[in-house]
């Protein structure tokens, strides 16, 4: 069983910055590591629908939803077992859960909500 555990959100003026973290754990993650699952960060708003915001492939392709360009990094430590989301130059309409995604196998396109672990979220609320 794989486990991931969100944090690093808060509430932050427009233009500021986050760093959303994403500890990984469990009996496949000490074996194998985060480097052998697909991975991602998506988000949602109240009465919208899950967004993928960007992605990071077992062979390090990242994949960034457009909206997000050039304000968002996506990374992971593999000795750590973490994914990290380093969010710039924030906009209200970035304001939502933040939820971070495993598979360690995706035929999907990347930014797709079709991931099958799941983390529990994290909540970035962005002022104008």
């Known amino acids: 069983v794989v486990q991931l555990v969100d944090s690093g959100g808060g509430s932050v003026q427009a233009g500021g910055s986050l760093r959303l973290s994403c500890a990984a754990s469990?009996?496949?993650?000490?074996?194998?590591?985060?480097?052998?699952?697909?991975m991602a960060w998506f988000r949602q708003a109240p009465g919208k629908e899950r967004e993928g915001v960007a992605a990071?492939?077992?062979?390090?392709?990242?994949t960034y939803a457009d909206s997000v360009k050039g304000r968002i990094t996506i990374s992971r430590d593999n000795f750590k077992n973490t994914l990290y989301l380093q969010m710039d130059g924030l906009k209200p309409e970035d304001t939502a859960m933040y939820y971070c995604?495993?598979?360690?196998?995706?035929?999907?396109?990347?930014?797709?909500?079709?991931?099958?672990?799941w983390g529990q979220g994290t909540q970035v609320t962005v002022s104008s």
């Open positions: 990071i492939a077992r062979d390090d392709t990242i």
């Open positions: 469990g009996t496949n993650i000490n074996m194998f590591g985060i480097s052998s699952y697909y």
């Open positions: 995604a495993a598979d360690p196998a995706k035929r999907t396109p990347p930014l797709l909500p079709t991931y099958r672990i």
